[in-house]
Each structure stands twice: as C-alpha cells, then as structure tokens.
Antibody
C-alpha cells in the first residue's frame, strides 16, 4: 500500500532553517511527483510547491520562491523540503502528498510535520 | 493565480440529510490535454487531508458512494447524499490544472 511517512516535529528560532523529509513506499517513486502543502493554525491549505521525482524539476509557489528548496533522493525514495529564514508565521503543519498530474492529483498524503517557529 | 471560491463557509446538516458544497474558479480549469483537474479533499482535525474526488467526478479508492462530484469549466459541486457523523470536517476544492496549484478556502461541515 502507498505510504508517505514524514519526519517528526521541529521547533526552530526565527531566522533558522528547517528540513522536513517524506519517505515514500508502496509504489515506484520516480513515476510520480511530490507536492508540499502547509496549514497554519486556524487557516486553510496552502500549496508550497512540487518536485518531479523522475527528473527533479520543481515548481514553487510565489510566496516561497527564494526561500524553499525541494529535493528528492531516488535511492531511498525520500523527498525533502527545506524552508529558510523562518518567521513566526511559518508555524504550521507541513504535508507531503504524492502528485499524479495525469490522473488522481494529490492522492496520498503524509501524516504531517508540525514546525513551530518561536524565539 | 487561479482563485478558488467555496460556498458556504459553514454547512450545519442533520444526520442522514444531504449536504452540498460549491466551488467556483476564477478561470477555466480545462487543461490543454482536455481533462479538468478539480479535486475535493476532506480534512478532519488532527488528520492529513484525504482525497475524495478527482477530475471533477471520480471517487478515489475507498471513498463511500454517498460522495459525488459534478460540474464543468469553472463551477463545481460536491454532494454528500446522506451525512454521517464521520463526515464532520472541512472540505476543500483544489485545482491542479495550472501552476500554482490552489485551494478553496474550505467549507466546514458540522452536525446540527
């Protein structure tokens, strides 16, 4: 069965960076992409960007361009999202999702990683 | 960016009664390949989003048939034929026809 397992909760200070991992299993990793989505407390879902696990091509949301880097390690089937220059309003639960642009879209989701930014 | 507008913001429903959520996009979601990549997701507190419907009307694996999707172009609807207690949560429409992917603001379904 398809599973995406994310790394654990993080607490960071303003200005720091965080790197969240998303380990995929149950499917051929390079046949799909990975989207990253976040949800701040009391807010809706916000798309951060996408990476192709096939060739590493990325698309980032405008709100994150220059501050986020998404990568994959095809040898381990793991995707990573690094967010730099953290601010308090980056406090959110971060999700990875398998992305099937040809059919079912964001079909399988990781369990979420809480990132808290606080001085 | 494509703006996704959902109505209503909140939908109090009696158990066993239907619920309907609308989603309107600021421009057509028809992709150059002819398909329309409009999805509906369910978000329960403390849980990750769950895909219910993709490409307007296709139920994802394991989704009960009381959930259905319809629409075309810029106007879409999610219907729950008979609301059950486990359906409580926030529902989001999402478009993946064009970058950046965008979500509606969410509709909270709660029991009266």
């Amino acid at each position: 069965q398809v599973q995406l397992v994310q790394s654990g909760a993080e607490v960071k200070k303003p200005g720091a960076s965080v790197k969240v991992s998303c380990k995929a299993s149950g499917y051929t990793f390079t046949n799909y992409g990975i989207s990253w989505v976040r949800q701040a407390p009391g807010q809706g879902l916000e798309w951060m960007g996408w990476i192709s696990a096939y060739n590493g091509k990325t698309k980032y949301g405008q709100n994150f361009e220059g501050r986020v880097t998404m990568t994959t390690d095809t040898s381990t089937g793991t995707a990573y999202m690094e967010l730099r220059s953290l601010r308090s309003d980056d406090t959110a639960v971060y999700y990875c999702a398998r992305e099937d642009f040809d059919d079912s879209g964001s079909d399988y989701w990781g369990q979420g990683t809480l990132v808290t930014v606080s001085s | 960016d494509i703006v996704m507008t959902q109505t209503p913001l909140s939908s109090p429903v009696t158990l066993g009664q239907p619920a309907s959520i609308s989603c309107r996009s600021s421009q057509s979601l028809v992709h150059s390949d002819g398909d329309t990549y409009l999805s509906w997701l369910q978000k329960r507190p403390g849980q990750p989003p769950r895909l219910l419907i993709y490409k307007i009307s296709n139920r994802f694996s394991g989704v009960p048939d009381r959930f259905s999707g319809s629409g075309a172009g810029t106007d879409f609807t999610l219907k729950i034929s008979r609301v059950e207690a486990e359906d409580v949560g926030v529902y989001y429409c999402m478009q993946s026809s064009h970058f950046p992917l965008t979500f509606g603001g969410g509709t909270k379904v709660e029991i009266k």
